[in-house]
């Protein structure tokens, strides 16, 4: 990683930490899980798909040359390709681009292809987080903010929670080990409480987040 990027004192973070801060854990998406389920590489295929053999099956039926059906779909299949590549391109720009770091007081995401950004989240605004496992294992934890913590959708887009426009979550996206994030934010959460208040709050617990099977606003509270 070069250019924007090497005027930062530490990788992923835009100044030295504060005395009394630590790192507790760094990471960026997996570029295939971000084609997967951020670019929907899939679908994308799935469509291209449908579109040859719908091409070669209307040509049959139609008594059509099958040699210029077939060709008319190598130019289908030749612009699946360039949108698949496409797609593969921007993921893995995406990934070399973010790195999500967790502190004992913060979450921090620095992000951005074309305009590098960074996003410093206190634990202060989060209320709640919840991890997501897909079913070829990495995931997302989404973070949900107080009243306090407001930020824009589109200003976070890809790295917020798809579809919560208004209330808007900021999210790490495609991890190749959620769950571990997740406890590691979770007891990050849990010594960020005072001690006076931690009766109100659940003790971490290193297999809730693991069998979690989909993203609710309650599963890590803090």
């Known amino acids: 990683m070069n250019g ?16 009394g801060e630590a790192l507790l854990w760094q990471g960026a998406p997996s570029w295939t899980a971000v084609a997967r389920h951020v670019f929907h590489a899939g679908l994308v ?9 719908w091409r070669l099956g209307s040509a049959y039926a139609a008594g059509e040359d099958m040699a210029a059906a077939t060709a008319s779909a190598l130019w289908i299949a030749a612009v699946a390709a360039a949108g698949l590549g496409l797609i593969g391109l921007l993921a893995r ?34 209320a709640s987080a919840a991890v997501n496992v897909q079913r070829d294992g990495t995931g997302d934890v989404a973070m949900t903010l107080t009243g306090k913590g407001k930020l824009a959708y589109f200003h976070l887009w890809p790295h917020a929670r798809p579809w919560h ?23 990050a959460l849990y010594d960020a409480t005072p001690a006076s208040e931690r009766s109100l709050v659940t003790a971490p617990d290193a297999t809730a987040a693991a069998s979690l099977g989909g993203l609710s606003d309650n599963a890590v509270t803090a």
């Open 45 to 53: 295929a799935l469509y291209f798909g449908a579109l040859i053999a």
């Open 4 to 19: 924007e990027y090497d005027t930062e004192p530490v990788p992923g973070l835009p100044e030295l930490l504060p005395e």
């Open 165 to 187: 426009l208004t209330k808007t979550q900021p999210m790490l996206r495609c991890l190749a080990k959620p769950a571990s994030v997740a406890n590691i934010l979770s007891r």
């Open 93 to 126: 720009l995406t990934s070399r681009t973010t790195i999500y770091s967790i502190t004992s007081r913060r979450v921090v995401m620095r992000y951005g292809i074309a305009m590098p950004m960074s996003v410093n989240i206190p634990y202060k605004i989060i």
